[in-house]
């Protein structure tokens, strides 16, 4: 069965970095794309970026252009997300999730079980 | 950016009641909508995509609905298992946007 495993729970100081890891298993890790979305407390889910192992592509939300990397190592099936320059407002849980489908159909139809990373000094 | 609101942002309702959450967008989005299910400490679950396409494994109460710019979701028969937060995303345009959420609590 599709399997996303993530990294464990991070606590970082301001400014610092911070990079979680998606592992993915039952399917062929190239042959979909990983979203990433952060979910911070009480608020809803925000989409961040996606990356296609495939093709080597990447693109971020605007706001998170300069301090956001996406990378995978494709002989361990396992994608990454590195963000810089953190703030308090960087306090989420950060999920991978497949997308599938195109045009229309497009959706995030398996999700990792979240990572919380806190930002506080 | 796409906005999406959804109403109500919250809904007290009883188990057997029929259920509709709407889902509006700032601009024409076709098709591409998703509706996704979150209980707490929880990764969202997809319930619907393509405006009305059922996910695999879903129960068939939960349906979607529209086109453009203005969405549904119902739920036929509240079960007790609903209760939860339902979430629309767009996907017509990047970038992907959510609604706000609407929560789904027990009368």
């Known amino acids: 069965q599709v399997q996303l495993v993530q990294s464990g729970t991070e606590v970082k100081e301001p400014g610092a970095s911070v990079k979680v890891s998606c592992k993915a298993s039952?399917?062929?890790?190239?042959?979909?794309?990983l979203h990433w979305v952060r979910q911070a407390p009480g608020r809803g889910p925000e989409w961040m970026a996606w990356?296609?192992?495939?093709?080597?592509?990447?693109f971020s939300a605007n706001q998170f252009e300069g301090r956001l990397s996406l990378s995978s190592d494709r002989s361990a099936d396992t994608a990454y997300m590195e963000m810089s320059g953190l703030t308090s407002d960087d306090t989420a849980v950060y999920f991978c999730?497949?997308?599938?489908?195109?045009?229309?159909?497009?959706?995030?139809?398996?999700w990792g079980q979240g990572t919380l990373v806190t930002v506080s000094s | 950016d796409i906005h999406l609101t959804q109403s109500p942002s919250f809904l007290s309702a009883s188990v057997g009641d029929r259920v509709t959450i709407t889902c509006r967008a700032s601009?024409?989005?076709?098709?591409?909508l998703v509706w996704y299910q979150q209980k707490p400490g929880m990764a969202p679950k997809l319930l619907i995509f393509?405006?009305?396409t059922l996910h695999s494994g879903v129960p068939s109460r939960f349906s979607g609905s529209g086109s453009g710019t203005e969405f549904t979701l119902t739920i036929s028969s509240l079960q007790p298992e609903d209760f939860a937060t339902y979430y629309c995303?767009?996907?017509?345009?990047?970038?992907?946007?959510f609604g706000q959420g609407t929560k789904v609590e027990i009368k």
């Open positions: 999730a497949r997308g599938s489908g195109s045009y229309d159909w497009r959706r995030l139809d398996y």
């Open positions: 039952g399917y062929s890790f190239m042959a979909n794309c």
């Open positions: 990356m296609c192992p495939y093709r080597v592509e990447t």
């Open positions: 601009q024409g989005i076709g098709s591409a």
């Open positions: 393509a405006a009305s």
């Open positions: 995303e767009q996907f017509n345009t990047y970038p992907a946007t």
